[in-house]
């Protein structure tokens, strides 16, 4: 039986479809009370196209260890449905559902021509009319800025739970990242292990949220969220090209002399405006860079003076609760001491009273 392509699966009587896919990830799916259900799939071709995949709960020991992320498989006897979760990792109705009667083979064969992932990137200057369509997840790039110290917090079943904080920037737009217990612990060692820079992160498969208060946009991952730091890809080296070598450079001097040097008379207006434009986007971005330094340093700042504070604080708390306890153990062993001098006496008295007696 021929291959068939993920663009011709469709949702009919069918079962004896066969594909040959890579796997791009997996993740598990459970329920409020922590009970897993299934696996999710996401599934690439050598046409360049995705699809969802689903594997329940009930099957989960036939097939989830033979599923290996970036591995190529043979995939036949499987069924097509609707896919209707809330949260889509990209615009797809469908989806592959593994049955009982699924057969998987592995691959062992490289295929080159199914990449190992596929990436529709938002841009952040469109964020807020992203925001309005719910329906599916996004993929976003950018160059990590402004990591903020890990946070912990209790959820409102009295969980513990932590998220570490930072921006991605397009080094025009900028948006807040905010990773989630195990995404963060992910995020903070490959970060640390990072040596390109600027470190350039893709997101894939994240949520917006928007905070209805003030209108402010963040990026939060999800369960099918994946990270990559300084992938090896086309748009990683252009983003990479365009950021600055120095925060602090001449362009103030690039500027004014554009400026001086701009006749809309003449025929190489375009080119002029062009230049003087160009040095304003790099004028603004290293404004940018340096306000976002001053903030880190205010941000410091702040965190130094609580943290003296609080250690002062801590100390002399300390020292209160260690000279209460010497207070009240050295009354107790004053009342001690009191009370075998009493005894004492009285037994001293009770010989006197025994020696002074007449004796018969």
């Keep these: 039986m021929e291959y068939q392509s993920l663009s011709e699966l469709e949702v009919i009587n069918k079962a004896d479809w066969k594909i040959k896919v890579r796997l791009a990830r997996k993740w598990e799916q459970t329920n409020r009370d922590g009970h897993l259900q299934g696996v999710h799939m996401i599934l690439i071709d050598e046409y360049h196209k995705r699809m969802h995949a689903w594997i329940r709960c009930t099957l989960m020991k036939s097939f989830d260890d033979r599923f290996v992320g970036g591995e190529t498989y043979e995939i036949s006897n499987f069924i097509v449905a609707p896919y209707t979760e809330k949260h889509k990792c990209f615009e797809g109705d469908i989806q592959i559902v593994l049955t009982s009667r699924t057969i998987v083979t592995a691959l062992q064969q490289n ?20 925001t309005e369509q719910d329906n599916h997840l996004i993929d976003i790039i950018g160059v990590i800025d402004d990591v903020r110290p890990l946070k912990h917090v209790t959820n409102t079943t009295n969980g513990d739970q932590f998220f570490r904080e930072f921006v991605v920037t397009d080094l025009i737009h900028r948006v807040k990242v905010f990773f989630w217990n195990e995404l963060a612990t992910a995020f903070d ?15 894939s498969c994240c949520n917006m949220i928007r905070n209805d208060y003030n209108g402010d946009t963040a990026i939060r991952n999800m369960p099918a969220t994946t990270f990559d730091l300084n992938a090896n890809c086309d748009t990683v080296d252009t983003l990479r090209k ?78 209160t609760k260690i000279l209460t306890e010497f207070t009240i153990n050295f009354y107790k062993q004053q009342q001690i001491l009191n009370e075998e001098i009493q005894i004492l006496r009285i037994e001293a008295k009770k010989m006197r009273d025994s020696f002074n007696s007449p004796k018969f």
């Design 111 to 130: 295929y080159s021509l199914i990449p190992d992932n596929i990436f529709k990137f938002t841009n952040l200057k469109h964020f807020k009319d992203a």
């Design 189 to 203: 060692i490959s970060f640390n292990q990072a040596t390109d820079q600027p470190v350039i992160i893709i997101i």
């Design 242 to 319: 365009r950021y600055p070598n120095e925060i602090c450079s001449d362009e103030d001097d690039e500027i004014m002399k554009a400026i001086d040097e701009y006749e809309p008379e003449e025929a190489d207006e375009t080119d002029r405006r062009e230049t003087i434009e160009k040095a304003l986007t790099n004028f603004n971005v290293n404004i940018a860079t340096m306000n976002r330094q001053h903030e880190q340093l205010n941000q410091n700042l702040t965190d130094f003076r609580l943290n003296f504070f609080a250690t002062v604080k801590q100390q002399h708390e300390d020292m």
